[in-house]
């Protein structure tokens, strides 16, 4: 099979998928849970709850507040204790609802069962309202309410449908082993999602580095060989950026400022398509997710099956994790993820994986002048100044840097990890962004 890449740009950092051969297990229910109201893009859902209301797994709890926004559920069943600020990976403080566990009690609505569904006769419009009705974001990272996606603008109508299953960061295995063990259900969400685009053409695209998910998928598709295709990429990062994505598998070329609709695509992730078969077919609200957890000093690097708002703690405890020699822990892959600011930040939607660091795996490296070596623009996938967009930024200059198209960057951080300088570049480019998209917001009249 011919792998498929990007041109431009990228690099190729030490896989350490320790992982890789660990099957999805279910992770127990916790004593508590605290669930976050803001576990997507857009605004905070809106809490249908108070402290004493008794729930079930699947229970809403809070309901999509604009039009960017999704709905949150219950993952446990018990009592709610409070709704209170808690701290996300990133530090922020959101509310959150913490339920007290008692059992594990799910809405009648919910079908529990391993046997396969089929699609039947569904409409589109039914797919994108159960698809809002569960709550269902980007189950890649970026946690934008998919229901959007799935409404194309007036004027746009895509023709194929690229689904991600690169995979493409360090350590992470979840959508790995996803593929490995859920190829039915996943090629049944691509479907149903092909159904709400109208588009007859899907594309499962998979790094070459998990040869063994590219086959079993080839050999589950085999009778949906005219709508839905398997494609091998280049192991090489970042191969799951959307950008890059469409570049490879289509040789099309997204424009500066625009979207993936805009050259008659969209893309989704595997986990994403796993999430739509079962709000469609099940009626399971995304209350639960993959979470990889792992790390080069992790005893038993696994996979698991966590229920939203399980403390990250519980999880470190199960893999043999020392709590007192962690001197970082990552939620996400250790390119795009964020450091966390306590052991005990709760899993969200987007909780792809969670990366340990020990002490001794975890020191930090003096920074030296940049000597212009030119590393950072040939490892830049969007063909941008890496050293020149930090100078920029340090010396907030904003104007300059937004002509230089700094509102380009995907953040990935190939520019940070090849600089010999060890400068850090993508921290001055991330909060020069934040600036100009924030002067940007206040400058749109209300």
């Known amino acids: 099979m011919t792998t498929l890449t990007f041109p431009r740009g990228g690099i190729h950092p ?37 402290k004493g209301d ?41 509310p959150a609802v913490y339920i007290q566990v008692e059992g594990d009690e799910w809405e009648e609505s919910i079908v529990r069962t391993n046997d396969l569904k089929a699609i039947g006769n569904i409409t589109a419009p039914e797919i994108i309202q159960k ?20 409404q194309l603008p007036p004027g746009k109508k895509p023709d194929t449908l690229i689904i991600d299953g690169a995979e493409c960061e360090p350590f992470l295995t979840a959508d790995h082993r996803l593929m490995l063990e859920k190829p039915d259900q996943i090629l049944r969400g691509v479907q149903l999602m092909m159904r709400t685009l109208d588009v007859s053409r899907a ?40 950008k890059q994505l469409i570049k490879a598998v289509l040789n099309r070329e997204v424009p500066s400022g625009k979207l993936p609709i805009d050259v008659g695509c969209i893309v989704n992730n595997i986990g994403t398509a796993y999430a739509v078969y079962e709000a469609v077919l099940l009626n399971k609200p995304l209350f639960e997710r993959i979470v990889t957890v792992t790390g080069i000093n992790v005893p038993r690097p696994s996979n698991f099956r966590v229920r939203i708002g399980t403390p990250t703690s519980q999880l470190l405890l199960a893999v043999g994790v020392d709590l007192n020699r962690v001197k970082k822990i990552v ?8 450091a966390g600011s306590t052991l005990d930040f709760p899993i969200t939607k987007g909780t792809s994986g969670l990366v340990v660091y020990y002490q001794e795996s975890c020191q930090p490296r003096d920074i030296s002048p940049c000597i212009r070596c030119s590393r950072c623009v040939y490892a830049c996938p969007m063909g941008l100044e890496p050293y020149l967009l930090e100078k920029l930024g340090e010396k907030n200059r904003l104007d300059e840097a937004e002509s230089r198209g700094i509102l380009d960057c995907m953040e990935c951080g190939c520019c940070s990890y090849i600089c010999p300088a060890d400068r850090p570049i993508l921290d001055y480019i991330r909060t020069a962004k934040a600036k100009i998209l924030k002067i940007r917001r206040e400058k749109k009249p209300s």
């Open 54 to 94: 008794r729930v079930k797994v699947g229970t809403l709890l809070a309901e999509a507040n604009g039009f960017v926004s999704a709905r949150i559920h219950s993952s446990v069943s018990g009592v709610v204790k409070k709704i209170e600020d808690t701290a996300l990976a990133n530090a922020y403080k959101v």
């Open 14 to 50: 030490p896989e350490y998928k320790l992982s890789a051969h660990s099957p999805i297990e279910d992770f127990p229910i916790p004593e508590t849970v605290m669930i976050p109201l803001v576990q997507h893009v857009g605004a905070p859902a809106q809490c249908l709850v108070k």
């Open 203 to 242: 594309i499962i695209a998979i790094e070459e580095n998990k040869s063994d998910a590219i086959e079993i998928l080839t050999m589950h598709s085999e009778n949906l060989q005219n709508e839905i295709k398997i494609v091998a990429l280049k192991t090489k990062y970042p191969q799951g950026g959307e």
């Open 331 to 338: 939620a996400g892959g250790p390119m795009m993820g964020k």
């Open 131 to 150: 698809v809002k009705d569960a709550g269902i974001v980007g189950m890649g990272g970026a946690t934008f309410p998919a229901h959007i996606k799935l």
